[in-house]
């Protein structure tokens, strides 16, 4: 079926129940364009110009798929994958509610930007282990990135969403949770790498139409 971008697609689904590789599920409303970040952390300088490269020396350009899920009443998780079928290259519990991530969704204003303060040469960018995590430039807190991906992680991400390229909705727990059902949102996004310090993840839209919705920043500070 045709779709009509990320917000259409999550306005249609309702309150529906999801089954495995379906999306919907109403539990975000998303985006308008989003402006930069205005306060916060030592990124804010890299960050003023979001429909274009981290850096304006940007030297590579690629697509990669981004899947936030997280339980409703839990913490937020961010995946990094090359594709929907692929390992995960990043993955690193946030430290920011799923319930709070969805108020960010709600007020059209969404960048999470995570800040390494490494002062290591010999790691790639993603390979980094402690990230200073800031939503729309307040800060959240501290995450550590995980080397392997819990049973869980690995069944939602390889087998649950294997088929979904991109959607959002809800999914039935492997078990019964205190912190309420699974909550996923997933999209192809532009991967830009500025730097071996700097990288940025812009959502594409379905439709090719309108600014990036969701971006993401990771950058190492030396």
């Known amino acids: 079926m045709e779709t009509k971008g990320l917000m259409s697609l999550l306005r249609q689904s309702g ?23 205005s306060t916060g952390c030592k990124m804010v300088a890299l960050l003023g110009r979001p429909s274009r490269a981290l850096l304006l020396g940007a030297s590579t350009r690629a697509t990669t798929t981004v899947t936030l899920f997280g339980y409703r009443r839990g913490k937020l998780s961010l995946a990094i994958q090359e594709g929907p ?41 993603l390979e980094e282990h402690v990230w200073a995590v800031y939503c729309n430039g307040r800060k959240s807190g501290y995450s550590i990135r995980r080397k392997h991906s819990s049973e869980e992680d690995w069944h939602l991400l390889m087998e649950l969403l294997r088929g979904v390229s991109m959607g959002a909705g809800v999914l039935p727990a492997l078990e019964e949770s205190p912190d309420g059902e699974m909550t996923y949102m997933r999209a192809r996004f532009e991967r830009v790498v500025g730097s071996k310090d700097s990288e940025a993840l812009y959502m594409v839209n379905p439709d090719g139409t309108g600014g990036p919705e ?9």
């Open 15 to 37: 309150d529906k129940r999801k089954t495995k590789g379906s999306s919907g599920g109403g539990i975000f409303k998303m985006l308008k364009t989003i402006p930069m970040l």
């Open 214 to 222: 969701l971006s993401i920043f990771l950058v190492r500070v030396k």
């Open 85 to 125: 079928t692929c390992q995960p290259s990043f993955l690193i519990e946030l430290p920011l509610l799923t319930t709070a991530f969805h108020k960010e969704m709600d007020s059209g204003v969404v960048k999470i930007a995570l800040e390494s303060e490494s002062r290591s040469q010999r790691r790639k960018l």
